[in-house]
């Protein structure tokens, strides 16, 4: 929905259906009941989420068709695609394959165009289009600094094309589409310092000079590009997990002329240990009830001398408990984001409460996207109707911005 500080929604990789009729299902069964309770008067945005099985169809014509003639009957309208996991998203093993094929790969470089493609036929005139996808690749990936700089090296060459793709789908729509990288715990990029040091030391250097080439245009004109179609996807969950400093991000992104292409509102587990045994053997038990086998759920703790330790997931950091003492644990397992505690556990949510009030004085992006794609594995003491879970958290985001 459109508000007075950008458009507002969720991201459809909640639903399940990896293939486009069956996830076209979903949005058929759940969105008028969101939209009703949301949005009753005015347009409603959707976040789309699609797999690459699902792309593939949804680029057809007539299925293109037939998606754009059920939205203009709903009111609705897409205005962004996440567009990070390629393949099977629930009811299956995930883990670190959620960034399967990376952008090393062709695979990737299809895909995404593919959802530009599609993205450029269902955008509203006038409004710019944005495709949230990987941190490059998975970190642990790479055995060596050297393995890791080839990756991303390639993965800055990939990107280049998808933005000379871009680049004519513009000239030849009018409509502006961009990626929005989103950097996440453990991945190449993995927080929103690693992404600024990227973007200007690769993608505005060897990645503009690529640009030029292919374009036979001024390196300065490449760069000019490359910062119009790839901007960051701004995750407050994965930013919360890293500890980030929201305002002081935010200002280096700034000063780098780095934009934000789209704020995923999400919120992440949070515990707070102490020195009583007792009061840790409850919080222990509580984040025991989180362990689950479909998504990473990688931790960041903190000890008294505010040093990090890093666990590629759960299981990981309880068997760490007793080696490696904390005095605060974040986990990045997506909850709703209405929620600030669950005890004994808390949430990051004022880092949500955080980031929207900072958006509000000085806007940041046109793209809000609430993202708790977690429900099917929530514990059973959490989960509530799908529809009426998205709409409370559409609701509480609308009262935060209207404060």
């Given at each position: 929905?459109i508000?007075?500080?950008?458009?507002?929604?969720?991201?459809?990789?909640?639903?399940?259906?990896?293939?486009?009729?069956?996830?076209?299902?979903?949005?058929?069964?759940?969105?008028?009941?969101?939209k009703?309770?949301?949005?009753?008067?005015?347009?409603?945005?959707?976040?789309?989420?699609?797999?690459?099985?699902?792309?593939?169809?949804?680029?057809?014509?007539?299925?293109?068709l037939?998606?754009?003639?059920?939205?203009?009957?709903?009111?609705?309208?897409?205005?962004?695609?996440?567009?990070?996991?390629?393949?099977?998203?629930?009811?299956?093993?995930?883990?670190?394959?959620?960034?399967?094929?990376?952008?090393?790969?062709?695979?990737?470089?299809?895909y995404?165009?593919?959802?530009?493609?599609?993205?450029?036929?269902?955008?509203?005139?006038?409004?710019?289009?944005?495709?949230?996808?990987?941190?490059?690749?998975?970190?642990?990936?790479?055995?060596?600094?050297?393995?890791?700089?080839?990756?991303?090296?390639?993965?800055?060459?990939?990107?280049?094309?998808?933005v000379?793709?871009?680049?004519?789908?513009?000239?030849?729509?009018?409509?502006?589409?961009?990626?929005?990288?989103?950097?996440?715990?453990?991945?190449?990029?993995?927080?929103?310092?690693?992404?600024?040091?990227?973007?200007?030391?690769?993608?505005?250097?060897?990645?503009?000079?690529?640009?030029?080439?292919?374009?036979?245009?001024?390196?300065?004109?490449?760069?000019?590009?490359?910062?119009?179609?790839?901007?960051?996807?701004?995750?407050?969950?994965?930013?919360?997990?890293?500890?980030?400093?929201?305002?002081?991000?935010?200002?280096?992104?700034?000063?780098?002329?780095?934009?934000?292409g789209?704020?995923?509102?999400?919120?992440?587990?949070?515990?707070?240990?102490?020195?009583?045994?007792?009061?840790?053997?409850?919080?222990?038990?509580?984040?025991?009830?989180?362990l689950?086998?479909?998504?990473?759920?990688?931790?960041?703790?903190?000890?008294?001398?505010?040093?990090?330790?890093?666990?590629?997931d759960?299981?990981?950091?309880?068997?760490?408990?007793?080696?490696?003492?904390?005095?605060?644990?974040?986990?990045?397992?997506?909850?709703?984001?209405?929620?600030?505690?669950?005890?004994?556990?808390?949430?990051?949510?004022?880092?949500?409460?955080?980031?929207?009030?900072?958006?509000?004085?000085?806007?940041?992006?046109?793209?809000?996207?609430?993202?708790?794609?977690?429900?099917?594995?929530?514990?059973?003491?959490?989960?509530?109707?799908?529809?009426?879970?998205?709409?409370?958290?559409?609701?509480?985001?609308?009262?935060?911005?209207?404060?």
């Amino acid at each position: 929905m459109i508000t007075n500080y950008g458009h507002l929604t969720y991201c459809s990789n909640i639903h399940s259906g990896e293939s486009w009729a069956a996830h076209f299902d979903q949005l058929r069964k759940y969105l008028p009941e969101i939209k009703k309770k949301c949005s009753p008067r005015s347009a409603m945005g959707i976040g789309l989420r699609l797999s690459a099985i699902a792309a593939r169809v949804l680029s057809k014509k007539n299925e293109l068709l037939l998606f754009q003639n059920w939205l203009k009957e709903q009111n609705a309208y897409v205005f962004t695609i996440n567009g990070f996991p390629y393949g099977g998203f629930h009811k299956t093993v995930v883990k670190d394959q959620v960034h399967t094929p990376d952008w090393t790969t062709a695979k990737r470089v299809v895909y995404t165009k593919q959802l530009a493609d599609i993205l450029a036929v269902l955008l509203p005139d006038k409004m710019e289009g944005s495709i949230s996808t990987s941190p490059l690749s998975y970190r642990h990936w790479y055995k060596n600094e050297a393995a890791t700089n080839r990756a991303i090296q390639t993965s800055t060459y990939n990107l280049v094309a998808v933005v000379e793709h871009l680049i004519t789908l513009h000239q030849q729509s009018g409509k502006i589409i961009f990626i929005a990288i989103e950097p996440e715990p453990d991945g190449i990029l993995t927080d929103t310092a690693t992404f600024i040091h990227w973007y200007k030391n690769a993608l505005l250097k060897t990645g503009a000079k690529r640009l030029s080439q292919k374009l036979d245009i001024p390196l300065s004109k490449a760069a000019t590009l490359l910062k119009k179609h790839v901007r960051l996807c701004y995750d407050i969950c994965h930013a919360a997990v890293n500890y980030e400093a929201h305002a002081d991000q935010i200002i280096q992104l700034q000063r780098s002329g780095i934009k934000i292409g789209k704020i995923q509102i999400s919120a992440a587990l949070k515990a707070g240990f102490t020195k009583n045994k007792k009061q840790n053997d409850t919080l222990l038990e509580a984040i025991n009830q989180f362990l689950e086998p479909t998504y990473l759920h990688q931790v960041i703790s903190r000890n008294d001398q505010q040093e990090l330790s890093v666990y590629p997931d759960l299981p990981e950091a309880l068997k760490s408990v007793e080696a490696a003492p904390a005095k605060e644990w974040r986990i990045h397992y997506h909850v709703p984001i209405f929620t600030k505690r669950i005890p004994p556990l808390s949430t990051t949510q004022e880092d949500i409460v955080t980031v929207l009030n900072i958006h509000k004085q000085t806007p940041l992006t046109q793209h809000l996207e609430i993202e708790t794609y977690t429900w099917e594995v929530l514990p059973n003491s959490l989960k509530r109707d799908i529809a009426g879970s998205i709409t409370r958290e559409m609701k509480w985001v609308l009262k935060q911005l209207n404060k």
